[in-house]
């Protein structure tokens, strides 16, 4: 196996990363709405911002 780009199999592509946190924020705020915890809500966005840097 030494011909296998293990970095290029294992990586995830950045469109996805951002796909799957807009998901996750909209299906939070669907089910729990106002009563997500602001800490949640910020962790959230903090995830996206560091997408969006990488």
Same mark, same amino acid.
Request: aromatic share 10%; hydrophobic share 35%; no cysteine.
């Given at each position: 196996?030494? %011909? !296998?780009?293990? %970095?290029?199999?294992?990586?995830?592509?950045? %469109?996805?990363?951002?796909?799957?946190?807009?998901?996750?924020?909209?299906?939070?705020?669907?089910?729990?709405?106002? %009563?997500?915890?602001?800490?949640?809500?910020?962790?959230?966005?903090?995830?996206?911002?560091? !997408?969006?840097?990488?």
């Amino acid at each position: 196996m030494p %011909d !296998i780009n293990w %970095d290029e199999l294992m990586s995830v592509p950045k %469109d996805y990363w951002l796909n799957d946190a807009k998901e996750t924020r909209q299906f939070l705020e669907e089910q729990v709405g106002p %009563d997500l915890p602001a800490e949640v809500r910020a962790e959230m966005d903090a995830q996206e911002e560091r !997408i969006y840097k990488a």
